[in-house]
């Protein structure tokens, strides 16, 4: 099965600043991943499909890039609303998964 | 509207089995597969599996192997969620959800969660 390593666990930054979060699989999913934003209480929101296409409704501010195994997203300049853990998903193979997550902090 | 309906909050003794429940509306069912995610308190997703209410066509991550059971019911439009010889390791909520993505109409729908708590 496929299995997903994000880093760094813990980014902490501040409003402005740029981020970039990574994922790495253990063997190609060609550009099949997503990416998730989580806040605290709630369910997960869709931020980005097929590794580098938002979501309608997802700000230019993001962007995420890669294929194969390795993946980052990041963020140009963190606004209040972007702190929350991030997740990237493989769709390429079943069954899926779901990376560890990152989480984006006020520095 | 779309909208999933869990069930309950569940607490169940370890060793014990759960049913989750989560009832579609707004859509039709048959369209979209239903995929199953947990998370325990504090931790990240876990991806549990993915069922197609059209043909029955499941996949299970390989943890859950030999006690997940996922079902569909197209009359009742409801997806369940079975798993058995419950530890603590298990207490997470779990999510019914249609993840696909554009041009698909659905793509991020989420149900409420479910809670399961496993204690002695």
């Known amino acids: 099965e496929i299995v997903l390593t994000q880093s760094p666990a813990t980014l902490s930054l501040s409003p402005g600043q740029r981020a970039t979060l990574f994922c790495r699989a253990n063997e190609s999913v060609s550009t099949y991943l997503a990416w998730y934003q989580q806040k605290a209480g709630q369910a997960p929101r869709l931020l980005m499909y097929d590794a580098s296409t938002r979501v309608p409704g997802t700000p230019a501010r993001f962007a995420g890039r890669g294929s194969g195994t390795d993946f980052s997203l990041s963020i140009s300049s963190l606004e209040p609303e972007d702190f929350a853990v991030y997740y990237c998903?493989?769709?390429?193979?079943?069954?899926?998964?779901f990376g560890g997550g990152t989480k984006v902090e006020i520095k | 509207q779309v909208h999933l309906m869990q069930s309950e909050a569940e607490v169940k003794e370890p060793g014990a089995s759960v049913k989750v429940s989560c009832e579609a509306s707004g859509y039709t069912f048959t369209s979209y597969g239903i995929t199953w995610v947990r998370q325990a308190p504090g931790q990240g997703l876990e991806w549990v599996g993915w069922?197609?209410?059209?043909?029955?066509?499941?996949h299970y991550a390989q943890k859950f192997q030999g006690r997940l059971t996922m079902t569909t019911d197209t009359f009742a439009v409801t997806a369940s969620l079975e798993l058995t010889s419950l530890t603590s390791d298990d207490t997470a909520m779990y999510y019914c959800?249609?993840?696909?993505?554009?041009?698909?109409?659905?793509?991020?729908?989420w149900g409420q969660g479910t809670l399961v708590t496993v204690s002695s």
């Open positions: 069922v197609d209410p059209n043909n029955g066509d499941k």
């Open positions: 998903q493989q769709r390429s193979k079943w069954p899926l998964a």
């Open positions: 959800a249609i993840l696909t993505k554009p041009p698909a109409e659905l793509y991020d729908s």
